[in-house]
């Protein structure tokens, strides 16, 4: 992911600061982000190197999920602090633009290849993740080595999910705020 940008807010840059660690429910991937421009993948070897290919992608699919949960939690854990109160989600949106946002989110679909395709991730809305994996990369690859691809198919992905929701933010808040202003 691209190097944290200057001239941040004081959010983003205590966000870009942030690491948040996860690991999967059997303890065999382990995935680390630092703010949205750093992500490191482990998938023990000895497992690896005997999983079939369907259990290590449901286990990625898993972890992926877990991720999402804590760097949610993270990032607003992050605002309260920042803030000084308890921030949270709303359950209910707050306005009929609000509503549409997060409408406009569950339509983003966000995909990241590596390996000439044969290990994808896919992000469709704000928590629903698919992975695929070709039979061969498991046969083809060390666990360092489909850790390296992972993470580059993970990272891929993150990008065109983040353009995703940079676009309905701009359509649902910023567009309409211009054009009454006259500037579009």
Not at 55 to 64: G, S
Request: charge should be neutral.
């Amino acid at each position: 992911m691209p190097e944290p940008r200057a001239g941040q807010t004081p959010l983003e840059r205590a966000w870009s600061d942030t690491t948040v660690e996860t690991e999967s429910p059997n303890g065999r991937v382990r995935v680390t982000m630092v703010g949205d421009h750093e992500l490191r993948l482990w998938v023990d070897p000895t497992w690896y190197a005997t999983v079939p290919v369907r259990t290590l992608q449901d286990e990625l699919v898993k972890v992926a999920r877990l991720v999402y949960v804590n760097r949610t939690r993270a990032y607003y854990d992050t605002w309260s602090r920042l803030a000084g109160r308890l921030v949270r989600p709303s359950r209910t949106p707050a306005s009929p633009e609000t509503e549409e946002y997060q409408r406009r989110l569950d339509e983003v679909v966000a995909r990241g290849e590596a390996y000439d395709g044969r290990i994808a991730l896919v992000l469709s809305g704000t928590s629903r993740f698919t992975v695929s994996i070709d039979p061969s990369v498991v046969r083809d690859l060390d666990a360092p080595a489909f850790c390296a691809r992972a993470r580059e198919a993970a990272l891929a992905c993150l990008r065109e999910h983040e353009e995703g929701w940079q676009r309905a933010h701009f359509d649902v808040y910023t567009r309409p705020r211009l054009e009454r202003a006259g500037v579009l």
